[in-house]
């Protein structure tokens, strides 16, 4: 029985193996460490993965599928259209799920289906280079997909013939890349810039091979359209820029296009090994239909001002990302991951706001499917003295009566992780309950995102008020959520497993964050408000006894003391009525 762990990147994929003690990196049938995370549709109806697909990029742009991790398991519904407009491939929204249309096979394909391809190959070809059936894995996904993204990524597997003994979230994997290196303690930030995302993370970690370690990923933060491709595209536009300077009759075509996205990306490679480059730009077709060259030097310093925007925006998010977090003093170490981590100035930037020199012992690429490796050593209890935490990043929650929003599992809490709260009921014998599973920061359960939903029925006939019902949320390993709600007494039981949620993307992460933020007063006095209408209409037996008006101050006084509403508002009115009965005594 073999595993293998799987860093299956928007722009390449990367697969390691147990070998003794150490790690390895496998090579794909061409030699290289790097599999080029493309398929390819010929006109033959053949299935081309990899670098030979890569190559048909501009031969047959309709039938190469490249980036597709962006898409997969999300809804159509959930997709922009800005996000596909520019593709050369057709990206078919018209079913519930994203897919891709291609028009060599005439055929629809579901995303995972692509990603299944690819994990083919890396099944076939490891089983090649390592000698034995390879049948189980660990795969890498970034922290911020949701439950339907890391569901069709194990399908993805399943349909290749591996098994996911987990999933693991990238940052946590660079991490443990370093198991093996020996004893590290302390706050860690890991950077990871790649082809297409940007993701920051800080983990504090205990590592000593000799004795129990222990990960928990505090926060993380990024942008996940931020990568090499803008480097590229930024040197692209230049290009093409001196060339209609230099060479005003020059014809831009699809084809020279292709030809200069693939020169901008050699040039930014060159420029992280060297301090100068001299660019060849050769037969640009002209109007005349003759063709033309042209020469350019570049020096280090130039491709960081074509492309200063970029590094500010980097500079400004690992800036927020500490403000918010960590201060300097308490960094521990950095960790850069990712082929653009390779820029120069990508490197200076995380040394000047953190004032700490990378670990640079392992290669950037590789570093993240080492780590998947050494988790699958963990949960194949090998090592079964590691103990590993990520965060989730938006609050957990139910709604409760009025629209008002319960916290279950507050944003940032380790994962896996379990909580209870205690709810009851509205009406005197009621029987059943919805429950709402809500993902957000809003104090206002509707104006957050709805995940899913269930009844449980079988409640005990009581009073309102009396009945105990515990609602857990769990999030296990592989960060999907499973929703339980039972009534004590009667042990009647539902529970639900959440595959239909919506997915999360940073910038929305981010976006319901600020909302929150921005809604934080006026949603308080929503549920203040509604809190107060309520209580007045349970109280009707007390007016007699004192005026609507002091009810009201006295709830008002009462809520101004209470900091945070994650409590059933059942028990609150309970609470209130108990303080009522207090101050009337008063009076
Ligand atoms: N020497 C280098 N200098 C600058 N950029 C580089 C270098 N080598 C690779 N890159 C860039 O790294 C990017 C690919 O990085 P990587 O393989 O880590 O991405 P990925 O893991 O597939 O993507 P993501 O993490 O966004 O899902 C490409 O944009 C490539 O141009
Ligand atoms: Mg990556």
Request: proline share 3%; net charge negative.
């Amino acid at each position: 029985m073999n595993f293998i762990g799987i860093d299956l990147g928007t722009s390449n994929t990367v697969v390691s193996f147990k070998k003794g003690e150490k790690v390895e990196t496998i090579l794909f049938d061409d030699g290289s460490r790097l599999l080029p995370s493309v398929v390819s549709v010929t006109k033959n109806k053949t299935l081309l993965i990899g670098n030979s697909a890569l190559s048909k990029k501009k031969s047959n742009p309709e039938n190469t599928f490249f980036s597709t991790k962006r898409f997969i398991g999300r809804r159509s519904s959930n997709v922009k259209l800005k996000e596909y407009a520019q593709l050369p491939y057709k990206v078919d929204v018209s079913q519930e799920l994203v897919g891709l249309y291609s028009s060599n096979l005439k055929k629809r394909f579901e995303i995972h289906e692509i990603a299944a391809q690819i994990l083919i190959k890396v099944k076939e070809s490891a089983e090649k280079y390592i000698g034995t059936n390879v049948d189980k894995c660990v795969i890498s996904v970034p922290a911020y997909f949701d439950n339907n993204q890391r569901i069709a990524t194990k399908q993805a597997a399943e349909i290749a013939g591996l098994e996911v003994i987990s999933l693991v979230n990238e940052p946590t994997a660079a991490l443990l890349a370093f198991l093996n290196e020996g004893s590290y303690q302390g706050n860690y930030i890991v950077f990871d810039l790649g082809g297409g995302t940007f993701d920051i993370s800080l983990i504090e970690a205990d590592i000593d091979i000799e004795k129990k370690s222990f990960f928990e990923v505090k926060a993380t933060k990024g942008d996940s359209k931020l990568g090499g491709d803008d480097f590229n595209y930024l040197i692209l536009q230049h290009f093409v820029e001196e060339i209609k300077k230099k060479l005003p009759n020059t014809k831009f075509d699809e084809k020279l296009l292709s030809y200069l996205r693939e020169e901008s990306e050699k040039l930014k490679k060159q420029l992280s090994v060297e301090e100068y480059v001299e660019v060849d730009l050769q037969n640009l077709p002209q109007k005349n239909k003759s063709v033309l060259d042209l020469q350019m030097t570049f020096t280090r310093k130039d491709f960081e001002n074509i492309c200063s925007d970029l590094f500010s925006k980097i500079k400004n998010l690992i800036k927020k990302f500490i403000n918010e977090n960590i201060s300097v003093d308490e960094i521990s170490n950095v960790i850069l991951v990712g082929g653009s981590s390779r820029m120069k100035k990508f490197a200076e930037i995380v040394k000047e706001l953190t004032n700490k020199e990378p670990l640079v012992s392992l290669n950037p690429d590789e570093i993240v499917s080492y780590g998947c490796c050494q988790y699958a050593l963990i949960r194949e209890n090998k090592e079964p003295s590691t103990f590993i935490s990520d965060v989730t990043p938006l609050s957990l929650g139910t709604g409760i009566i009025d629209d008002v929003n319960s916290v279950i599992i507050p944003a940032n809490s380790a994962v896996p992780c379990s909580r209870t709260e205690v709810y009851t009921t509205v009406y005197d014998n009621q029987e059943a309950i919805d429950v709402d599973v809500f993902q957000g920061e809003r104090q206002i359960a509707s104006e957050n995102i709805l995940l899913g939903n269930f009844e449980l029925r079988g409640i005990e006939k009581a009073e309102r008020g009396v009945p105990n019902i515990e609602i857990t949320f769990t999030i296990d390993l592989d960060g999907i959520l499973h929703c339980e709600a039972e009534d004590v007494k009667t042990k009647s039981k539902k529970s639900i497993f959440i595959s239909n949620s919506f997915e999360i993307s940073k910038e929305e992460i981010s976006l319901l964050r600020e909302e929150a933020l921005k809604f934080f007063n006026s949603d308080k006095e929503f549920v203040n408000n509604s809190l107060i209408k309520r209580y007045s209409a349970e109280l009707k037996p007390y007016r007699n006894q004192s005026s609507v008006a002091e009810l009201l101050k006295i709830s008002n006084n009462y809520l101004e003391g209470i900091s945070n509403i994650n409590i059933s508002k059942e028990k609150l009115i309970n609470k209130l009525q108990e303080k009522l009965f207090q101050n009337q005594k008063k009076l």
